[in-house]
């Protein structure tokens, strides 16, 4: 893999992991590195779930491949926030 493909893999998870942290609502208790991980891994499973389901390639911006790799870094965000907050005693 060349630098730029690293590069726009990075951008495009902070984009993707951004668009995660809006859709779970309140606070998200996860850092920036790994809000850009889960943005990373969920578009990379929501870019393969929709080639799967055959609907990667339209014309036009993919709003189908797009919608699933936001919900899927919301989920995984609301996941890391909820296993790194701490329970009430």
């Known amino acids: 893999m060349e630098i730029t ?3 726009s893999a990075l951008l495009i998870g902070l984009v993707i ?4 942290r809006l859709v779970v609502p309140g606070r998200q208790h996860i850092s920036l590195l790994l809000t850009i991980g889960v943005g990373v891994v969920a578009a990379l ?3 393969a ?3 799967v389901l055959g609907v990667a390639d339209t014309g036009g911006v993919d709003w189908i491949e797009l919608a699933m790799q936001v919900g899927l870094s919301g989920a995984g965000v ?5 296993a790194r907050t701490k329970a009430p005693s």
Do not use: M
């Open 5 to 7: 493909g690293i590069i």
């Open 17 to 20: 992991g951004g668009l995660g």
């Open 45 to 47: 499973l929501g870019t």
């Open 49 to 51: 779930a929709a080639s």
């Open 78 to 82: 609301a996941a890391l926030s909820g």
